[in-house]
């Protein structure tokens, strides 16, 4: 995947290894490869959907992404700038530009502070606003997320689930950032909630330039929101295209499974598609298989498969696959 000036974010190469550890000197005996050896690219103004089971490493590239973690490996280049090589105030500086929209949207928000000062405090962290013109941007905020600036007094526990998950978004808003990492963003509500958040983020991009990283486990919700769409299993990429393309005509057998399992509102439709059950459960990423990860679980490993690492290959149209069977 080449380097372009297109291109917000790219990712080279990046490892992200837990320790750990064991006795009493706490001596590391094996490590959790959460994410191992991914590199992928976020064009600028696009919205790049993350998908796969839980555990596949999803949070945890979009952490690495904003440079939350210690130990990774590889190269995270954001406009232009390696944030790998980056000191802690220059990191600091640079987070301005790239938030973070959590999964849960009441453990996010501290319980002591009212909506206001959530909203406001990177205003303050970052010296942006003071006084009145404080005051004023976090009503923006509020109305720009589609809340009341009257409800900056009340306190999280006195909204609903949806109106936690705006005022979220509103404080990821609140130092006009370029790229938000969206970290399962409407996994916890209910589904006609769903629907609001999705159009309001689609909204948002479309208003104020935003560029997006997606992480879900749910395929329809990626297909709305998506304009290319990443398959994430066991610490790699196996998979990446645009939406319309992955869903039409996924080539790699876990990318078929996931898609088989997606409801179709058609009855008549649904019954006739063949689903397709995965057999046993996803490896431990302490031990991974040999070879491709999926091979356990796949019904057409050949012997290629348990020995050699496949590689993201273009199968064309910028259709990137990491399959034997399709090479």
Known sequence: MSRTTQNLVEVENLYMYFPVTAGVLQKRVADVKAVDGISFYVKKGE?????????????????????????????????????THLKREQMRRMRRHMQLIFQDPFASLDPRM???????????????????????QVAELFRMVELEPFMADRYPHEFSGGQRQRIGIARALAVRPSFIVCDEPVSAL????????IILLERLREELDLTYLFIAHDLSVVRNISDRVAVMYLGRIVEITNADE?????????????????????PTVDRTRERIILAGDVPSPIN??????????????????????PQLRNMGGEHWVACHLVE
């Open 288 to 309: 991974p298989p040999s070879g491709c990860n999926f091979h356990p679980r796949c019904h057409q490993a050949m012997d290629v498969c348990r020995k050699e690492v």
């Open 47 to 83: 919205t790049l959907g993350l998908v796969g089971e839980s555990g596949c490493g999803k949070t945890t590239t979009g952490r690495c992404l904003l440079q939350l973690y210690e130990g990774m490996r590889g190269k995270v280049i954001f406009d232009g700038t390696d944030l």
């Open 246 to 266: 992955l869903y039409a005509n996924p080539l790699h057998p876990y990318t078929v499974a996931l898609l088989s399992a997606v409801p179709i509102p058609d």
């Open 114 to 136: 009212t909506a206001g000062e959530i909203v406001g405090e990177p205003l303050k962290v970052h010296g942006l606003a003071r006084g009145q013109e404080y005051r004023d």
């Open 190 to 197: 209910d589904v006609s909630i769903q629907a609001q958040i």
